[in-house]
């Protein structure tokens, strides 16, 4: 955990509660799921498989990260566990399936590409879109009840909270399937032992928790493994159809950049890449980015093996992570052969207009700036600067100390022919949904203000949406009064109503300013973008450009206001008493305005002697 004092957590499973712990700043706390709550393949023919979920609760909505591994002898990879993620209403939640091919020899030393789906809520529909052949169980409540699933087939099914549903392919590949759920729902992809690439031995286990493909964005940055000489594969999917990528090298060595011939996927598609240099992946339409570590027979690099990592989007990056590297474990007698010593590496992306290297730390600790190099764009510009930085083991955070800014963050760690990898952590906003919101008048970073002057007249207030829709979007801009009157000071209407026809990014409206005589100094409203659910989402998102979902207006008035005498020169008779001067503001005001008048002597003598002077 990143909080200052202690969390408590529970861990729940379909049975009730099972244990409970706190997280502390700066340590790993250790939770032994028992080994009853492995899912097995999808035979399953005891019930009790197909109810393996487990809920892990943070005490008062306080933040902990946790992390997963998967530790045998010679078989090891590790993962982050997301948090339950609720979309927009009316938005699916889809996932696609990551994985690779396993042993290529006979039926009976096959290993199964598989994708694990846990319920997270009763009554949640699950629509399975297989890419290779599958066994789909049509009922969790009923032995036997398992239907065969072929390419393309909608096959849908309902589960409750903690029930699970294990896909598997044997002695193929299950990447690329679609999992859509109503409601949100947990998904672990990968492989029971991969072979990075196929044929190539060892095998090892490789597994990763998949962050749905609206929280997925359209440009990426892989760097590559320290240590491996080789290059990684790269796995690019795509969420939509007529998905363009396009694909630019950094040397490591020299710097100099080569460009890839683009590619196009349509939804569920990939496509595998061998890079050993900074790579930025960009596309038009989302895509997910997965980083395979090879065999160590392929560089011959014997501290490493396979593993998988999720690669986050630029749209998600964060400003800090807390992470724990392996052993996440300790030693545990009679279970293990001996505890593991990895070394551990991270791998940090950082744009370039937020790198300023004495404000990126580990553990509040320094990194030298020579760790960092240039990651480079088609044209030759700079993107950001990527580093590989050793990581002690234990608990982490890595942060950048501008809360406004963003880095990504992947862990690793090798050991003589066993490796773990996963990300740090990553944003989970809807980035691939289309984002309406006011556009920033001062550019990135500028504050949520729009000024008008009183004499203008009319304000015209601008909106965008981050990415074209195919369809018409049709919002409501609503107005609240703060120190302005709606109607009075502005409008009428005061709620507005915009309109994008399909493919259109930018659309304005008008908002009427009244210029009245009246002083009462510079007046603001509120303005709020209200969506319906679905095809766009009104928020902030997290990311490589700022997003504004409401404003304030500030009317500056134009009405000054001066204090005269209604006359400049006064008589009274002596005999007559006091003289009542009458003071005159130029303009009416809103506000109770209070001045002092002073008196001075001219031919008559003040302090009671002419007339009683001082200040009034």
Known sequence: ????????????????????????????????????????????????????????????????AVFGQHEEVASNDAFLALPVITLPAGRSHEY???????????????????????????????????????????????????????????????????????LQVRGGDISGTRIIANKPISVFTGHEC??????????????????PTDTWGTEAVTIPLRTRTGGDIIRVFAAQDSTTVNVTRTNLVNGAVTSDPSFTLNAGGFMDLLIADFCLIQSNRPIGVFQFSRSFQTDNVLISDPFMLSVPPCEQYRDSYAVATAPFEPDIAGTFVGRVAYVNYTNIAVPAEYFDVSLITVNNGPIIASEFRPIRRADNSIWGYGAQLLLDEGAQVISHQDPNAGLSVTMYGLSNQMSWGTFGGTGLHPVALSVVSFE???????????????????????????????????????????????????????????????GSTSQSFNINITDDNLYEGNEIFHLEIIVPGGTVLAGVIAGCDPFVPSVICEIVDNDDITVFFNQSV?????????????LVLSNPSSFETIVQVFSTDGSATGGGVDYTSGLF
């Open 1 to 64: 955990t990143k909080e200052s004092t202690p969390v408590r957590f529970d861990v729940s499973t379909y049975s009730g509660f099972l244990t409970s712990g706190i997280a502390t700043r700066g340590e790993v706390t250790y939770v032994r799921i028992p080994l009853g709550f492995i899912v097995f393949d999808s035979t399953q023919t005891n019930i009790a498989e197909r109810f393996k979920g487990i809920y892990i609760k943070a005490e008062g909505n306080r933040r902990i």
């Open 440 to 502: 920033a008048a001062g550019g990135p970073g500028s504050s949520a203000v729009i000024s008008v002057s009183e004499s203008a007249g009319s304000k015209e207030v601008v909106l965008v949406l981050s990415k074209p829709v195919d369809q018409a979007v049709d919002v409501t801009v609503v107005s609240t009064d703060i120190t302005a009157t709606a109607n009075v000071d502005y409008g009428p209407p005061q709620n507005y109503s915009v309109s994008f026809p399909a």
């Open 96 to 166: 696609i399936a990551v994985s690779t091919f396993g042993d290529a020899g006979t039926e009976a030393q096959q290993k199964d590409s598989v994708a694990l789906i846990v319920g997270t809520e009763n009554d949640t529909e699950v629509t399975i879109i297989p890419r290779s052949p599958l066994s789909i169980p049509y009922s969790l409540a009923q032995l036997g009840s398992f239907d065969s699933a072929f390419p393309d087939e909608f096959n849908t099914i309902t589960i409750d909270r903690y029930r699970t549903i294990y």
């Open 194 to 211: 991969a072979n990075v690439p196929l044929a190539i031995q060892p095998c090892d286990i490789v597994i990763e928790q998949i962050p």
């Open 570 to 582: 006064y008589n009274v008779v002596e005999s007559n008493g006091p003289v009542q001067p009458t």
